[in-house]
């Protein structure tokens, strides 16, 4: 069975998350995808290290689905290395500031010299075009300036979310606006460039309150983890542990009324909305608490499921590598990797076709890895290529 985009080639200059999991994306739906890196390793093949090596756990999950190559596009030789791959490639990923793209000769208008129809996606902090576009960021600094982090933790301490939500999301909107331009392309015949940024990513998820606070200026401030516009919404700790609990709309609260047994609270007016609920949750939020602290987590999410009531429990990391859910799924895939002690848990495609499903074909590369085999493609051979090692080009 093909896959989506079998026959497409991605050269991948990314950098961290946001680039090179959208090309990893594109790997897994089927594309060639050639992870180009210096000599030394890029930086994100040194997070998190698991591997003997010193290779880390994001290079494992972001990289798999591509071989690899070591190059430096900033040496004359390199630059011409890097014409020959555009020419024979459909998508350029790059998240680089401009002038490096420049240096490198990965901007556009070079590029479309190699390629007319070459597709360049590129991701930054800020997007360009504002004041703040040269500036370096991050996924934290995305989300402190999003509103994500006021809200997030307390009025008195603003909380960043662990895992890097922003990173993950920019990666998915340019992995789709990337497909979105190569079927353009296969329309008209016409390349483009895709840009995604931090920043927007997290303006895009935070826009509800955004557009709240615009309209009627609620000034929320953070409240941990309960909820300002239901209830109750919040987590709640068990007789063994914790769970939480999402009751948003009349339905779901009719149905948690019912599961305690008092039909007061639906005839009361302080909660005869979501709004009016999240406004005075602190009567129920005490009541659930009483409910689950008498409780064991198994027990509530056995009533709590049987009364249809969105709940889950809190797992550690390795009580949700555990869960008996997430293993039947296989929503994470045992991929091994040289220098491990065992395979790692891989996410797999995070979007399942029925008839062209995607997936993980193969680990992340070693260090220069496919190198040769690359080079070879483009009419560089044996000694050519040894005269390009001795030369610090690749």
Same mark, same amino acid.
């Given at each position: 069975m093909g896959q989506v985009l079998e026959g497409i080639r991605v050269l991948d200059f990314g950098r961290y998350i946001a680039g090179p999991y959208c090309a990893c994306l594109l790997g897994d739906m089927g594309a060639d995808v050639i992870r180009v890196?210096? *000599?030394?390793?890029?930086?994100?093949?040194?997070?998190?290290?698991?591997?003997? #090596?010193? =290779?880390? &756990?994001?290079?494992?999950?972001?990289?798999?689905?591509?071989? #690899?190559?070591?190059?430096?596009?900033?040496?004359?030789?390199?630059?011409?290395?890097?014409?020959?791959?555009?020419?024979? &490639?459909?998508?350029?990923?790059?998240?680089?500031?401009p002038q490096t793209l420049e240096s490198m000769g990965l901007d556009y208008p070079t590029l479309c010299e190699s390629k007319p129809d070459i597709i360049l996606t590129t991701v930054s902090a800020y997007? !360009?075009?504002?004041?703040? *576009?040269?500036?370096?960021?991050?996924?934290?600094? $995305?989300? $402190?300036?999003?509103? $994500?982090? !006021?809200?997030?933790? %307390?009025?008195? =301490?603003?909380?960043?979310?662990?895992?890097?939500?922003?990173?993950?999301?920019?990666?998915?909107?340019?992995?789709?606006?990337?497909?979105? $331009?190569?079927?353009?392309?296969?329309?008209t015949g016409r390349g483009q460039q895709v840009e995604g940024s931090l920043l927007m990513s997290a303006l895009t998820v935070g826009n509800t309150t955004l557009i709240e606070q615009s309209v009627i200026e609620a000034d929320r401030v953070g409240t941990g983890n309960r909820a300002q516009t239901a209830a109750p919404s919040d987590c709640f700790r068990t007789a063994d542990g914790w769970v939480l609990v999402a009751v948003v709309g009349h339905p779901l609260f009719k149905r948690w009324a019912d599961?305690?047994?008092?039909? %007061?609270?639906?005839?009361?007016p302080r909660f005869k909305d979501d709004l009016a609920r999240g406004n005075n949750s602190d009567d129920i939020s005490e009541r659930m608490s009483r409910w689950c602290e008498s409780r064991t987590t198994d027990e509530c999410l056995s009533e709590l499921g049987e009364a249809r009531i969105p709940a889950g429990p809190v797992l550690s990391p390795q009580e949700a590598l555990d869960h008996e859910h997430i293993q039947a799924?296989?929503?994470?895939? +045992?991929?091994?990797?040289?220098?491990? +002690?065992?395979?790692?848990?891989?996410?797999?495609?995070?979007?399942?076709? &029925?008839?062209?499903?995607? #997936?993980?074909? !193969?680990?992340a590369p070693v260090l220069g890895e496919h190198t040769e085999e690359v080079l070879a493609e483009i009419g560089y051979d044996d000694e050519a290529v040894a005269g390009l090692r001795e030369g610090g080009v690749v």
């Open positions: 890196e210096k *000599s030394s390793g890029s930086e994100d093949r040194w997070v998190t290290p698991v591997a003997e #090596g010193g =290779e880390g &756990s994001l290079f494992m999950q972001v990289n798999r689905n591509k071989r #690899g190559i070591t190059l430096n596009p900033r040496s004359d030789e390199g630059r011409e290395i890097v014409r020959k791959l555009v020419a024979m &490639s459909d998508v350029v990923v790059a998240n680089l500031p997007g !360009h075009g504002g004041p703040w *576009s040269q500036r370096v960021g991050f996924d934290g600094v $995305a989300q $402190a300036m999003s509103g $994500a982090m !006021h809200m997030t933790g %307390h009025e008195d =301490e603003p909380m960043r979310l662990y895992y890097p939500w922003v990173d993950f999301t920019t990666a998915m909107l340019t992995a789709y606006g990337t497909m979105a $331009a190569i079927l353009e392309r296969q329309k599961l305690m047994g008092e039909s %007061h609270w639906l005839d009361d799924m296989r929503f994470m895939l +045992p991929v091994d990797y040289p220098g491990l +002690p065992r395979p790692a848990p891989v996410a797999d495609m995070p979007v399942r076709l &029925s008839e062209t499903p995607g #997936g993980i074909r !193969h680990r």
